[in-house]
């Protein structure tokens, strides 16, 4: 699998708004995952969109993916406190392990 | 519990000793990898194994040696430990690469050579 390449590397919103990190690939995926990481720990999938879908929501998430574009979005509505943390994107292509960027470190000030 | 474990959570060795690091899955996961992460590297693969005595070279599987004699289990051995080697290692594990590549991650061994 390719590398997700995460933008912006960091992000820093006041509580209650919305955070919006965007990612980037270079050739077609079978599907692409979000995955968020708190400090110290290990990741925790968060949402996993396929290459037929352009968007999908779960609770506050919502991810789309424009495959013409070669780029997905993940959009955090009423951002907490505890959102804090690093997202990583990561595509899939259904045959090889998946390969993990550097990430969007995310700071939600109270 | 079911879910994915790693052991020791931290460990201090140092240089030139052998260390293992273990990882236990209870899910029967099919895939399991070892990641390492280092700040300013992200995640980065060290080997992944697609079922019991599978295993395949990631992205840095240099100094490292892993086995996988039973499907739950995925130890990682450092031969000769260096200090470059200090670092957070992660194992996941997963069902399946086609369709199913969810990863769910353990919660990290951090290892410092001294």
């Known amino acids: 699998s390719q590398q997700g390449e995460e933008d912006p590397q960091a992000l820093s919103i006041q509580e209650g708004e919305n955070a919006t990190m965007n990612c980037s690939y270079k050739?077609?995926?079978?599907?692409l995952q979000w995955y968020r990481q708190n400090s110290g720990r290990g990741l925790v999938h968060l949402i996993l969109?396929?290459?037929?879908?352009r968007e999908k929501h779960s609770g506050r998430l919502r991810v789309t993916l424009d495959t013409s574009k070669k780029s997905s979005s993940l959009l955090i509505t009423a951002s907490r406190a505890a959102d804090t943390a690093s997202y990583f994107c990561?595509?899939?292509?259904?045959?090889?392990?998946?390969?993990f960027g550097k990430g969007t470190r995310l700071s939600v000030i109270a | 519990d079911a879910g994915i474990t790693q052991s020791p959570r931290y460990k201090i060795t140092e240089t030139g000793r052998q260390v293992t690091l273990m990882c236990h899955q209870t899910?029967?996961?099919?895939?399991m990898f070892w990641y390492r992460q280092d700040l300013g590297h992200g995640l980065r693969l060290i080997y992944y194994?697609?079922?019991?005595?599978?295993?395949d070279k990631g992205e840095v599987p240099d100094g490292y040696v892993v086995s996988r004699s039973k499907t739950e289990n995925f130890p990682l051995t450092l031969e000769s430990a260096t200090r470059s080697q200090t670092s957070v290692y992660f194992c996941?594990?997963?069902?399946?690469?086609?369709?199913?590549?969810?990863?769910?991650f353990g919660p990290g061994t951090r290892l410092l050579v001294l």
């Open positions: 194994s697609a079922a019991a005595d599978i295993t």
């Open positions: 899910w029967s996961h099919s895939y």
């Open positions: 996941a594990s997963s069902p399946g690469l086609a369709g199913s590549e969810t990863q769910y």
């Open positions: 990561a595509p899939g292509s259904g045959n090889t392990p998946l390969v």
């Open positions: 969109i396929r290459s037929n879908e």
């Open positions: 050739t077609s995926i079978n599907n």
